[in-house]
């Protein structure tokens, strides 16, 4: 039995996920089933035998581990005096949210996207600006509509923009053209624009993943890009981020962000478990992402030969897959909860992400692949049960 198909028991750890009654079969929040890799587990190990555990900061041994990363992986280098090191891509966004728009201002977004991002920008008092991707339904494609785009990016009052690359939970890339693009417009119209690469190392095949700050000089000037071990090494607890900004006033606003809600102080195991993830675990990654390839093609299979009133609709990226279940219903969060109480199956319902997300469900593939099948049998049965 490979790594990726042990079965892991997680219910009674405290995890989020699996606190679920004993018949559920949680595959809703983004996280994995899966062991991290041995590299990070060793690193770990040997940071709490060393017993000694005061206050720390990442010094450049980590930030060159973060280079050598995107640079080996994604054949782009950011330099190391362009990051700064932050407790989450989350609380990385709520700050920068903070520090470089005001009360009253547009963040502009793509929805459907990441509910979080909707927390960020209304807990603190800005306006939700949406430029909603659209929605082929024949090609189950989305694009940008960038005449859209501009004229919200051009409301005098938009001085953010927040990107989700790879987009979740649509699990799609965005080429280095529509990047460019995005980021002319932003500046253009003076707008910070704000990228989440959380997922940037979970693509499969082509368009590949193309970081941000990669971009020519004169288009990343006006950039935040974030960036984790999080989603790629399964270590979401690790609560460790870069946040990475060329341009020096900009890096210093979003530093007094991060420092004043006292964001930039690592736990003890994030320093070496970072270093460990983007140093020794490029081939444990290979092997995941062969897993995933392989589940993602057995839901393939799956949906079209036995739930063909489903539409899999994600393209490659992620291990989130997005459902068109439009031909079931047109209230997403009405048949998640359906599902679930028939048959213990939790997804995500996809009008927590807005736009035309009422219509959709996520579903999290990144387990092993019996774990799957038993969710999409459980998925057929509480969708038939739904339709009588």
Known sequence: MGEFDQLIPRRGTDSIKWHVKSNELPMWIADMDFKTAPAILKAMREKVDFG??????????YYKAVAHWYETEHHARPETNWMLYCTGVVPAISAV?????????????????????????ENNGRHVLSSDLVYDQQAHTYAIDFKDLETKLADPVSTLMILCNPHNPIGKVWSRDELIQISSLCQKHHVILLSDEIHGDLMFGEPAY??????????IQ????????????????????????????????????????????????????????????????????????????FVAQFIETRIPEVQLVSENATYLLWFDVSQVTDDAEKLTVFIRE??????SAGTVY???????LRMNIACPTNMVEDGLNRLKQGIEAFKK
């Open 210 to 219: 193309t970081p941000l700050f990669s971009l020519p000089d004169a288009l």
């Open 52 to 61: 000694v555990f005061g206050y720390e900061e990442p010094q450049a041994d």
């Open 222 to 297: 006006h950039t935040i890009t974030t960036v984790s071990p999080s989603k790629s090494f399964n270590v979401a607890a690790l609560h460790a981020a870069t946040v990475i900004v060329p341009n020096e006033n900009l890096r210093e606003s979003v530093s007094r962000g991060i420092n004043n809600d006292e964001l930039g102080e690592p736990n003890l195991l994030a320093i070496p478990a970072t270093i460990a993830a983007y140093t020794q675990s490029s081939d444990w990654l290979q092997a995941l992402k062969a897993k995933l390839v392989e589940n993602r093609q």
């Open 354 to 360: 807005r736009g035309n997300g009422c219509y959709f």
């Open 97 to 121: 949210v903070q520090r470089i728009s005001n009360v009253g201002d547009n963040v502009v977004v793509q929805a459907p996207v990441y509910d979080i991002f909707y927390h960020s920008i």
């Open 342 to 347: 028939q048959t213990g199956l939790f997804l």
